[in-house]
């Protein structure tokens, strides 16, 4: 594998200041990167270079299902793309051009989930987060620029609640970071609860950073709606539920109020139905092809 390729994988695998759209573009710009830095002299070559790219992208975060679907779209635009084109150049150019199309996919489906995300927050509101999410910065700062007066508290999360109001407080949005273990403290004058994911597996139940599970616990029991805010690409269609990192929580569906995507808001009984798109691209066993096979559960085999 090329070391330039290598070590972009290596800087996924290692990134803790990231939310998970933001690795998956970046996974599918590594991609791009290897059809660039390929040396194959035949298209079979060439798909069996991006076939082993591809299986050490999926295998880096395995909490984080947008990794895993884009990656296996990538995967699979191409392998069709092949089918009909034999010249290695226009292969790899068009793999090149995919890339782009679905980053900039994801960056739009990403904007309008966040829009979608704004609509359910009201003037006055007093909202609670925690981890850091891309996806859910941008709700708040379209609520405001709505005119919502709105104020959030961050949960410490680590280092990522300073990050969340470190961004928020350059959009002017009022934001305390407390300490994880104060959640109880500050509850009673919430209004919602907004988070971003990692992954919605098929049954609604979300992963996202920790303390997500204690946050939507306390929100259950106090009355609070709790949200997640992501795009549908986070809806993780493996048939095994993936290996947890460490940090990430696991919060069943009846903590969960509702899922908002760049479709709108579903609950987490309907995320089956909208996961249907995706089994073409992973195929709930696979991402096959490309002489080798790409499990969803993040191996690889020859």
């Given amino acids: ?50 076939s082993e790219v591809a299986a050490k992208l999926i295998q880096t975060r395995p909490s984080m299902a947008s990794i895993t679907n884009a990656i296996s779209r990538f995967v699979y635009e191409v392998l069709q793309r092949s089918k009909d084109e034999e010249d290695l150049d226009s292969l790899r150019s068009f793999a090149g051009t995919k890339g782009d199309e679905l980053i900039k996919d994801s960056m739009e489906a990403a ?24 996806t859910i910065c941008e709700t708040l700062r379209i609520a405001k620029s709505k005119g919502k007066g709105i104020e959030v508290i961050a949960l410490e999360s680590k ?32 209004k919602k609860v907004f988070v971003g994911a990692d992954s919605i597996l098929g049954d609604g139940t979300l992963i996202n950073g920790t303390p ?3 946050l939507a616990s306390a929100a259950k029991r106090a009355g609070i709606p709790f949200y997640s805010v992501c795009e549908s690409v986070k809806l993780d269609v493996r048939s095994q539920r993936p290996r947890l990192e460490k940090g990430f929580d696991l919060i069943p569906p009846h903590l969960i109020t509702g899922i908002i995507t760049e479709e709108g808001m579903i609950k987490p009984r309907e995320v089956i139905d909208r996961m249907k ?26």
């Fill in 1 to 50: 594998m090329n070391p330039e390729v290598s070590g972009k994988i290596e800087g996924i695998a290692q990134d803790r200041t990231h939310g998970a759209g933001w690795l998956s573009r970046e996974a599918i710009g590594v991609m791009k990167l290897a059809t660039e830095r390929s040396e194959a002299e035949t298209v079979a070559q060439f798909l069996d270079e991006l």
């Fill in 111 to 134: 904007l309008k989930a966040a829009e979608e995300g704004a609509l359910v927050i009201e003037d006055g509101d007093i909202l609670m987060t925690c981890s850091y999410s891309a």
């Fill in 159 to 190: 280092s990522y609640g300073e990050a969340t109001a470190r961004e928020l407080k350059s959009h002017g949005i009022p934001v305390q970071v407390i300490p994880d273990n104060a959640i109880g403290e500050h509850i009673s004058p919430l």
């Fill in 212 to 214: 997500t599970y204690e």
């Fill in 277 to 302: 798109r995706f089994s073409k691209w992973v195929n709930i066993s696979i991402v096959k092809g490309m002489g080798r096979e790409i499990t969803a559960g993040g191996s690889s085999s020859s």
